[in-house]
């Protein structure tokens, strides 16, 4: 069965860095999302992205972040100046077009900012 | 998209059915049901979805009131995999766009 899967599993970054978080979608989704989880508390909605911009992003999504999908295959989550606050279990979800049809999420990227 | 209520934790015995019940009271017409699990230390895994009629699957059943307000979750014989959070969300037919995740219930398997 398909699935979507993520790189990496763990990323440690000193705080103030950047830091690239990769997705590869599955192969003919369209629609595209990244999650945050940190620990212990619920998964939070960051950003949706279809044909090539931002369909719809939440107050977490400030200017610090920004995706891309660089090529026909990867979805990227860009984290431009890392605060401590940004640890967090970081998921890919993509999804197909037709209505009603469930989104599918990776396993994720631990992310440790130090 | 229409609030969830779902009970904070549930226990269930090893290879027993178990239901796990949410409400949505303030559900449309074409708000669609799914519901998602979440083991631990992975990324919230797809278990089945519908809109008015029960849906089966391989992973499990969902059965929907006749008058939309409730549904719930079946697993037919927990195991000790089934362990995670289940969290049961609403998702209008023609939003493309977030699921919004509450706090689920926590669902415990004893052996």
């Known amino acids: 069965e398909p699935e979507v899967t993520q790189t990496p599993s763990h990323q440690v970054t000193q705080m103030g860095q950047e830091v690239i978080l990769r997705c590869v979608p599955i192969?003919?989704?369209?629609?595209f999302y990244w999650y945050r989880q940190i620990l212990g508390q619920k998964v939070e909605f960051l950003v949706s992205f279809y044909n090539n911009e931002i369909s719809e992003k939440s107050e977490i999504f400030d200017d610090q972040f920004s995706v891309e999908r660089p090529d026909g295959s990867n979805f990227t989550l860009k984290i431009r100046s890392t605060k401590l606050e940004d640890s967090a279990m970081y998921f890919c979800?993509?999804?197909?077009?037709?209505?009603?049809?469930?989104?599918?999420f990776g396993d994720g990227t631990r992310l440790s900012i130090l | 998209d229409a609030k969830t209520t779902q009970p904070n934790s549930m226990e269930s015995n090893e290879e027993e059915p178990v239901h796990l019940p949410c409400n949505h009271s303030t559900i449309s017409g074409t708000d669609y049901i799914h519901w998602y699990r979440q083991l631990p230390s992975q990324g919230p895994e797809y278990v089945i979805h519908g809109l008015t009629s029960n849906v089966n699957n391989r992973m499990a059943s969902l059965a929907i009131a006749e008058d939309r307000k409730s549904s719930t979750l079946i697993l037919h014989r927990a195991t000790l995999r089934d362990a995670a959070v289940y969290y049961c969300i609403l998702r209008g037919i023609y939003n493309f766009n977030k699921f919004y995740f509450g706090s689920g219930t926590k669902l415990n398997v004893k052996p």
């Open positions: 979800a993509s999804r197909g077009l037709l209505r009603g049809q469930p989104q599918h």
């Open positions: 192969s003919n989704h369209l629609y």
